[in-house]
C-alpha cells in the first residue's frame, strides 16, 4: 500500500497537485484505510507528526464509518511501520 501511495503523490505532484478521488466499493473501508494511510504519511512528512486517532477523527467527520473495526484500524498502523522501516531500507545516511 505504501509504494501504492508513493506512486499516487508522485503522479499527483507532477499534475499540479490536484485533488485526487479515492472510491472503493464501500467507501468506508479499503479506500478508507488508504486515506488514512496517505494522511498519516502525509502529516508525519510535513508535520513530523504520527497521530492515527486525530486522522481518523477527522475522516469521520468528512465521512461517517470511516475505520470501522480494530483490524482496520490496525491495518493502518501497519501500514506506516512499512513506511518508516522503508526509511532504513532506502536511508543514504552514513552513521
Known amino acids: 500500500m505504501v509504494s501504492v501511495i508513493e506512486e499516487v503523490s508522485k503522479v499527483q505532484r507532477k499534475t499540479g497537485n490536484h485533488p485526487i478521488v479515492i472510491h472503493g466499493l464501500d467507501t468506508v473501508s479499503r479506500s478508507a484505510i488508504f486515506c488514512g494511510v496517505a494522511t498519516t504519511i502525509e502529516r508525519c512528512k510535513t508535520e513530523g507528526v504520527v497521530d492515527v486517532?486525530?486522522?481518523?477523527?477527522?475522516?469521520?467527520?468528512?465521512?461517517?464509518?470511516?475505520?470501522?473495526?480494530?483490524?482496520?484500524?490496525?491495518?493502518?498502523?501497519?501500514?506506516?511501520?512499512?513506511?518508516i522501516d522503508s526509511f532504513e531500507t532506502y536511508s543514504n545516511f552514513a552513521s
Open 53 to 83: 486517532f486525530q486522522v481518523v477523527k477527522a475522516m469521520r467527520v468528512q465521512k461517517p464509518g470511516a475505520i470501522q473495526t480494530l483490524e482496520q484500524y490496525k491495518s493502518i498502523f501497519e501500514a506506516l511501520l512499512a513506511y
